[in-house]
Structures are given as C-alpha cells and as structure tokens.
C-alpha cells in the first residue's frame, strides 16, 4: 500500500498543493492519504480531483480580509476563519466548493490528524466524520492554537494536528503502508527548537494544560518524525518532498512572490514520484 504524507505548515502549505497538482497532472494515485492542519485540505482536494483549488485558496482567498486578519479576530476570537475557508468558499453552492462525492467514492484511505484540547490525545479522523457540507475535521485539524480559539466537534474542543502527530509518518506505516511519500514544508535538515512554543504554551496552559504540554513537546515530536523518515528513506521505503529554503516564510506569511515560488518548489519537487513509486512496483 503507497501512503502521502503532508505535514502542513499554515500558508508554507502551498508546497504540498504542488506536490499533489503534478500528482494529478501525472496519473499519481495513493492507497492511503494522511494530513495535519493545512495538509488535509491539500489532499480533500487532490482526492475531489481539483487541480489548482488549493493554489487559489492559497493565492488569492487567503488574502481577502474574510479569510484571516485583526477583523477576524476581533469579530470571532480567531485570527483565521475556519467557517469561510472550509464552510462558505467550501460548501456545494460557494465559490470554490470541495467536489465531496468524489473524496467520499474515492477508494484512497483519507485521516486527517487533530489534538484533542482537553486531554492532549491525538485525533485521527477519517472520510466517515465528513459529510457534505460539514467538514469540521478540516478546521480542527488546522486549528492554531491561540491565533484561533479551538473547534469544537461534537462538543470536543481540538487543535492543530501539528500539535499532536506533526509528521504521522509512524502512522502511515501501522496503518498498512510500505512504501510512504513525505511532504515537509520546511527544508530536510531544518531543526525545530521550544524556545518559541514554550512562550505560547505559557499562555495556553490557562485554560487547556494538556494542549499547552502538547505544544512544549511539538519540536521533539517534529524532529523525531523527520528522523524516522529519513530512515524510512534510507530504507528506500520513504520519499521525503521538501524545499530547500522556505524564502523567510513562516506559518501566515502573506506573500504573493514567496507563495507562488514555493508552489513551484512543491511541483518540481514532486518529479521524484514517478521514478520512487516504479523502482518500488519493479521491487
């Protein structure tokens, strides 16, 4: 079984939308398609077969002042608009809806990873906690602690998978996989450190202190993801997509220039599929 995994990163994931266009340009199918925060809205679209609708919600949504802002903020308690992005653009009858009945006949296996705020568990949803029009997981999976408040599914309140499973690369691989093609949004050799997580898990300890321990223990389970994968790759099981530089990005840099390069990266990036997946089939 052939597995993807996008990581996410905010804004940075537009890497992993080209990763999937070229997948779509190219015939590339997989087996089994697990995503945290924006990573999941990549792959719902690769799944629906919409080439180019996470490059628009990335270039030309996300800088509309619906999308993410003070505005927002003020209005709602959270800096991003989890209900515009996948609930009024999203929705069948919005500006750019999510073909639904394609990912739901999809035969591809499709989790989408989340932290549990209250108890610190990892959430792995899958295409049976989505119907259409409601896809709560997406917003849970991409909400970022403190910029947004957390989303609450059947009364649960959840955060950014980034938070619980930052690269699911072990859960790929217990899920049945053999062979798992990894997207980073940051380059392969980049090291995460807690200086910056440990100054917001102080404010979030407050009110939620097991997603507050969840963020401490984020760069150690992001590094200990990459390692594995590395591994895996050495193995020849893995094949890690990433950028080589991120160009200053961070996780809600709003940059048309940085944005559309990083996409490109993501597409050329992705010419190492065909050859990966034929050496593995020939195996």
Do not use: W
């Not at 999937?20 to 015939?27: E, I, S, V």
């Not at 719902?44 to 180019?52: D, E, R, W």
């Not at 009858?93 to 989340?114: C, I, Q, T």
């Not at 530089?245 to 996409?263: A, E, I, N, P, V």
């Amino acid at each position: 079984m052939t597995g993807v995994v996008d990581v996410g990163g905010g804004l940075r994931g537009i890497f992993g939308a080209g990763v999937f266009d070229y997948c779509l340009d190219h015939g590339i199918r997989f087996d089994y398609c697990i995503g945290v925060s924006a990573g999941s809205a990549n792959i719902a679209s690769y799944l629906g077969g919409q080439k180019g609708r996470n490059y628009r919600f990335y270039m030309q949504y996300a800088f509309r002042r619906q999308y993410m802002g003070l505005r927002c903020l003020l209005r709602s308690g959270s800096y991003l608009n989890l209900d515009y992005i996948y609930g009024e653009l999203s929705n069948r009858g919005g500006e750019d809806p999510l073909d639904f009945e394609k990912v739901r006949k999809s035969k591809s296996v499709m989790k989408v990873v989340a932290l549990n705020a209250r108890t610190g568990e990892t959430v792995y949803f899958d295409k049976s906690d989505m119907a259409q029009d409601r896809y709560d997981i997406l917003k849970a999976s991409s909400c970022l602690p403190l910029a947004c408040r957390p989303y609450r599914i059947h009364g649960v309140p959840c955060y950014d998978g980034g938070l619980a499973d930052p690269v699911p690369v072990k859960k790929a691989f217990d899920d049945g996989c053999d062979r798992v093609v990894v997207i980073l949004t940051k380059p392969l050799n980049f090291i995460r450190v807690p200086e910056r997580d440990a100054r917001f898990a102080r404010l979030l300890r407050r009110r939620y202190p097991k997603a507050a321990g969840c963020l401490l223990l984020r760069f150690r389970r992001y590094n200990d993801g990459v390692a594995l994968a590395k591994k895996y790759a050495r193995q020849g099981r893995a094949l890690i997509v990433a950028p080589d530089d991120c160009g200053g990005m961070k996780t809600l840099t709003k940059d048309r220039g940085q944005l559309d390069r990083m996409y490109r990266k993501g597409y050329e990036g992705a010419a190492a599929l065909p050859d990966f997946l034929r050496v593995r089939k020939e195996a």
